[in-house]
């Protein structure tokens, strides 16, 4: 069984100040960390391998600099990683993104399931994995707890509203995983010296593809575009909220409500 | 010169710092308060390849050299002292020992379980009458055919009474003193003949195991003694010299904890209307802080790589255990001044990093003698011999 | 006051009020919760004639499900110019393929400029599965926007890490743009219940679904979230009175309970529920503390919260200084009118 599982990564919030009144960001220590969902994505995927007989293949979900990203995934025990580079691919979107990933999971010879976050840590978008779902015209499953896979068939735990319910269905399909669903494990030491030296069993393991040679200029045209920041106003402590225990009551449960929704 | 670690140790100290936050830190205040080795942390550090890190991958090891045993000594002591110093003694002097001065065959049978983690290994050498003064050890070792029959006692060793593998000092030629009088031998503890004694109570690092080691006629085979007869004394020095340098790491990463926390403390606590971080005299101490926690870590990455490139280290190895072990006391103590009363409270973390701090200028040689290591090869250069 | 005439103007406007024809124009794929029209969709509704108004152009909803054809006058009354039905008993909302056929077919016929949905779980999976066969844009969690006049694109603002700060996107060729709306982000139109329509039924071919639901996961649980990782919390202090009015606080928040110090010695929580820097320290998004006075040691340990929400009945409370909103009052005199109005 192929397991394609793709990896992402986020800048570290803890290293990231929003000033409310400059209006500005600083970046204070730039570190980076995997998409926590694409982390529990691929430890997923890895669960899966240790059940049974599978690949787990990671592939970049976005344009980035360098291929630690994928080596992170190895380093986890992913058994091969596709570096995906190029001019051409530096401003893609989630669009060109799944374009791309359908693309090379062509060029891999197929897949029975592909794995990637249900959402990201900075930007909140979960788009990727639904749209490469419908690129490829496979069945999708959204938000999953868990996953089992095996004889064709996958059956997954989703959250319905209150209650968590099982979800079956075929492969191949996409399957997208929330962010804390299960706790990632940590690399093997000696897997991960082999993977940052490129040594041992793990030295052919990382392949860099150039995405400018397999698909054309006009193919990877985003369709979104960044038009710039926002920032919350200052927050204004001590407001004393007054009026009747009635009126007191329905401020403050409003503003719950608000803060809570969504 | 390239200052910058390695895409491989980056990725290593990332790990090792996760590792550290998320499974170490819960227990490390619980360990301390009951007194207990935190056996669940060093089997996942075990499954990890974690205990084995500066051993070649050939003997089950990491392959990440000295730099990545610092590494994870900075990490590990920067969240619980009474791990690293578990894990210090474990690999580096238990294991290493086997490691710097085993034949083939003793590689093979024991550092590779020990680099997996499969086992544990202690370093014994010190006892009541030998501390500073090594070659003062009574233990002995006596020639019975292909066995070596050892007798006598260890103490304030730390590992030991959980060990299934250590690196014991004896005297097999009483006449001959340090050199050529002392053989190092690998024992199985599960040897008739060895006895765990007393455990003691201790100020702090009290995560971690010290006590007191009874040998009596405990059969060894003439295969395990490690190194020549008579040569023990050298090969336990070598060890020495590689686990001060580690030791100064651990105390980096202590320090840098020390540091991390007052700085948090003086930006929140307000007195006379601002914050902490606005008076210059907790300014100047989180200044002095940061300055000797700057020069610790070129220190210790150096000597690091000298180690790693083959260059002589015994002088700056002392240099890193004197010096990091100075710079997180002074740090602990300068922290625990910021925070005042909280600080001196059970419930927060740095009563007990001041307690755990204390021991690094005593185990592992203390300060006195790493200076005297020090000194003595200064003038050495000179022509002029010092003994201790 | 005389109420004829009033009514002979909204009958007026009844009457003047045409069924919008189809083409362009914003629309906006209504959900049902609980037997009514999802408050998200009305805000949708709302956000959607912000925009019709600067563009021009009719608002249109789309309200699929099964039994639902009497909750479209909710929509027209909330200012839809226009509504498409699809009453089916496979539009249930688990089964995702045949709504989005229904929603291919129909939007492949009037080709919107901009479509509209709630973000929320049918949001989430149905929008980037619609905008990928159409070729259109999509952006989640649309909190805020503005309209770029001259290409007609949405310059749509969402939060990022949580609200920390907001990227701002627009697409400004591929159409139709899709966004999904926040819950509580815009404000809920008036509903205006003289707006009447004339809903199109649509024509639904149930597709055949391409998973299964099997049932409730047995034995599932989900991993326990420590309070340090809590994203709501409900303290209370000594001073509370009756601990329970907290409990049902959280509870009705679905918060992690929580307590100072004092809270702990009068014996009403356990030692890993203390909020304080000899305890847990914790950064949710929303903390409300209930009869805690605050000393330096709870504050810091909450410092980094998003949102507090302080009831303590001395006016002088440390606790006060945290706190974006501050009820100087007894917990016992207010928190049963909260938990009143939060039902």
């Known amino acids: ?125 979960g788009q990727l994995g639904i749209r490469l779902a419908e ?32 979800v079956e269905s075929d492969l191949p399909a996409v399957v997208t995983v929330c962010p804390e669903a299960v706790k990632p494990r940590y690399a093997d030491g000696v897997r991960l010296i082999n993977v940052y030296r490129g040594q041992g069993e793990m030295a052919e393991s990382l392949e860099t593809w150039d995405v400018g040679d397999m698909m054309s200029a006009d193919e990877l045209v985003p369709l979104l575009e960044s038009r710039g920041r926002d920032f919350p106003p200052e927050r204004t402590l001590g407001e004393r909220v007054e009026g009747t225990p009635d009126e007191v009551a329905q401020t403050i449960a409003d503003a719950l409500r608000q803060r809570l929704r969504g | 010169m390239d200052f910058t670690f390695s895409p491989e140790h980056e990725a290593l100290r990332r790990m090792i710092r996760e590792f550290a936050e998320n499974e170490v830190a819960p227990i490390a205040a619980e360990i301390d308060r009951e007194g207990r080795v935190p056996f669940e942390v060093l089997h996942q550090m075990a499954e990890m390849g974690l205990l084995g890190v500066c051993f070649p991958q ?49 590689k093979r049978k024991y550092l590779t379980p020990l680099a997996r983690g499969e086992k544990f290994a202690a370093f014994l050498l010190t006892e009541s009458d030998a501390g500073s003064d090594a070659a003062a050890i009574r233990t002995r070792a006596v020639r019975d055919g292909d066995h070596w029959v050892i007798n006598g006692t260890k103490t304030f060793n730390t590992n030991g009474s959980f060990a299934d593998i250590a690196t014991v000092m004896a005297v097999t030629d009483p006449t001959l003193g340090a050199r050529g009088g002392i053989t190092a031998f690998i024992v199985e503890t599960d040897t008739p003949g060895f006895e765990v004694g007393r455990h003691e109570d201790k100020m702090g690092i009290r995560g971690s195991s010290t006590a007191e080691l009874v040998f009596e006629d405990m059969r060894v085979p003439h295969e395990n003694v490690l190194g020549k007869v008579g040569e023990g004394f050298v090969a336990f020095m070598k060890s020495l010299d590689m686990g001060r340098l580690t030791l100064g790491a651990a105390g980096l990463g202590g320090a840098q904890a020390a540091l991390d926390w007052s700085v948090q403390w003086a930006r929140t606590r307000e007195q006379f209307g601002v914050p902490l971080a606005q008076k210059q005299s907790v300014q100047w101490m989180i200044a002095d802080m940061a300055t000797e926690i700057e020069a ?93 | 006051m005389d109420a004829s005439f009033l009514d002979l103007m909204m009958a007026q406007q009844e009457e003047s009020f045409e069924e919008a024809e189809g083409g362009g124009g914003v629309w906006v794929v209504a959900d049902v919760e609980g037997g ?99 070729g259109g844009g999509l952006i989640e969690h649309v909190t805020a926007f503005s309209l770029e006049e001259s290409s007609r694109a949405v310059e749509a603002g969402f939060p990022v890490y949580g609200g920390d700060y907001f990227e701002i996107r627009a697409c400004p060729e591929a159409r139709p743009q899709f966004l999904t709306i926040e819950p509580g982000a815009f404000a809920k139109p008036f509903l205006d219940e003289y707006r009447k329509g004339d809903p199109t039924v649509l024509d639904v071919e149930p597709a055949e679904p391409a998973t299964r639901v099997l049932g409730p996961a047995e034995g599932f649980e989900a991993p326990r979230v420590p309070l340090s990782e809590a994203s709501v919390v409900v303290a209370g202090g000594r001073q509370v009175g009756d601990f329970a009015l907290v409990r049902r606080l959280a509870d009705r928040l679905g918060a992690h309970v929580a ?9 009403v929580i356990d030692s890993d529920q203390i909020v304080d820097v000899r305890g847990t320290t914790v950064s949710p998004d929303v903390y409300v503390a209930v009869g805690i006075r605050g000393d330096t040691f709870h504050n810091a340990a909450m410092e980094s919260a998003g949102f507090v929400v302080a009831i303590h009945p001395d006016r002088d409370a440390s606790i006060f200084d945290v706190a974006d909103l501050c009820v100087e009052a007894r917990p016992d005199m207010v928190l049963p009118a909260i938990l009143e109005s939060l039902r």
Request: charged share 25%; proline share 3%; net charge negative.
């Open chain 3, 36 to 134: 009514q029209i999802a408050p998200v969709t009305l805000e949708a509704v709302g956000a959607a004639r912000t925009l019709a108004e600067s563009l021009g152009a009719y608002v249109y909803g789309v309200l699929l499900g099964h039994e639902v054809t009497s909750l479209a006058d909710s929509l027209y009354q909330a200012g839809a110019d226009g509504v498409r039905v699809g009453d089916h008993p496979d539009l249930d909302s688990s089964v995702l393929e045949s709504r989005l056929a229904v929603l291919a077919d129909l939007f492949a016929e009037e080709q919107p400029e901009i479509i509209l949905f709630g973000a929320n779980a049918t949001g989430a999976a149905l929008a980037p599965r619609l905008a990928q066969r159409m």
């Open chain 1, 135 to 166: 690129a490829l015209g496979w069945p999708q499953i959204v938000g999953v707890r868990s996953v089992e896979a095996k004889n064709g068939r996958l059956r997954a735990v989703c959250q319905d509203e209150e209650q968590f319910v099982l």
């Open chain 1, 1 to 125: 069984m192929r397991i394609t599982v793709i990896l992402r990564r986020v800048l570290d919030p803890a290293g990231i100040v929003a000033h409310r009144r400059l209006r500005r960001l600083f970046i204070n220590r730039e570190e980076y960390i995997l998409q926590p969902a694409d982390r529990c994505a691929l430890e997923v995927a890895l669960r899966i391998k240790d059940a049974g007989d599978a690949e787990v293949v990671v592939v970049s979900g976005q344009p980035e600099p360098s291929d630690d990203t994928l080596r992170r995934g190895l380093a986890m025990g992913a058994d091969r990683a596709i570096y995906l580079c190029g001019e051409s691919f530096d401003d893609a979107d989630d669009a060109v993104v799944t374009s791309v990933l359908k693309t090379v999971i062509g060029q891999l010879g197929g897949a029975d399931l592909v794995l990637a976050g249900a959402t990201t840590l900075d930007t909140g978008q």
């Open chain 3, 259 to 267: 307590g100072d110090r004092g809270a702990w010695d009068a014996g």
């Open chain 2, 296 to 388: 610790l870590r070129s220190l210790v990455y150096r000597v690091a790589w000298m180690v790693d490139t083959g260059q002589p280290f015994t002088q700056v190895a002392a240099m890193c255990k004197l010096y990091g072990s100075e710079v997180a006391s002074r740090a602990i103590d300068r922290a625990l001044q910021i925070h005042g009363g909280l600080g001196y409270s059970r419930d927060y973390p740095i009563e007990r990093a001041f307690r755990d701090a204390r021991i690094a200028e005593i185990f592992e040689g203390t300060n006195e003698i790493q200076r005297i290591v020090i000194a003595s090869r200064i003038f050495r250069e000179h022509g002029v011999r010092i003994s201790p």
């Open chain 2, 58 to 106: 050939e003997y089950g090891g990491m392959g990440a050299g000295e730099a990545g045993y610092c590494i994870l000594m900075e990490e590990l002591g920067r969240i619980c002292t009474s791990t690293a110093t578990n894990v210090g003694a474990h690999i580096g002097i238990g294991a290493m020992t086997i490691y710097l001065d085993g034949n083939e065959e003793q």
